[in-house]
């Protein structure tokens, strides 16, 4: 198993990187769609859609990464998989965590838990977010619970991640054809049993 994410601001084109990569590695693909169908989202759906290979199996998730970890574990021979928008489902989450306010570590050990698990059933993950990685402070977790329970669990899961590319600090484009295949190589290299 070897597990990449890619960070980055809206429409940084960290998406386009992710699939070229994505494309590279070995395995039938899965592609986890995050992203609500309402009329917020569908403009950007459309466009992953259209960029998408219709070889590339789609599974739609928004309250559980379970149904995607079901049918991947399923499927015979090596996977690859791509879970585009972690932080759009970490927020559909955080925002509807039954737990108290005061007990914030059991969601980031909840939902890690989930993502360990969905790590295990790929041969190579791809996570794209649009989510600071950095841990949240007290004073951040005052101000906007929410966010900084993404924020929390966001630095959890990449304290486990092979490679790390911060998009927008890297200027990297999914463009550059030596980049893609060095990340690509990477994570063949960093392949665990």
């Given at each position: ?30 592609y ?42 399923h499927?015979k ?18 925002t509807?965590w ?7 570590e ?10 360990q698990?969905?790590c ?49 600090r ?14 690509v190589s ?8």
């Amino acid at each position: 198993m070897s597990i990449l994410w890619i960070l980055g601001e809206a429409k940084s084109g960290k998406s386009e990187l992710a699939e070229e990569i994505f494309a590279r590695l070995p395995g039938s693909k899965f592609y986890i769609g995050t992203l609500p169908r309402t009329p917020q989202w569908m403009e950007t759906i459309a466009k992953h859609a259209a960029r998408r290979p219709k070889t590339w199996k789609l599974i739609e998730i928004s309250n559980s990464l379970e149904p995607a970890r079901e049918e991947i574990s399923h499927h015979k021979g090596p996977t690859a998989v791509l879970l585009d928008g972690w932080g759009v489902y970490a927020r559909e989450r955080a925002t509807h965590w039954p737990g108290s306010p005061a007990d914030e570590e059991r969601f980031v050990k909840e939902l890690f838990g989930e993502y360990q698990a969905f790590c295990q059933a790929c041969d190579h993950l791809v996570v794209v977010a649009h989510i600071s990685a950095m841990p949240p402070t007290p004073t951040e977790y005052a101000q906007d619970r929410i966010t900084a329970r993404v924020r929390a669990i966001t630095s959890r899961c990449l304290q486990e991640a092979d490679l790390v590319i911060y998009h927008d600090r890297e200027d990297v484009s999914h463009q550059d054809v030596d980049y893609v295949e060095s990340v690509v190589s990477k994570m063949r290299q960093e392949e665990r049993p």
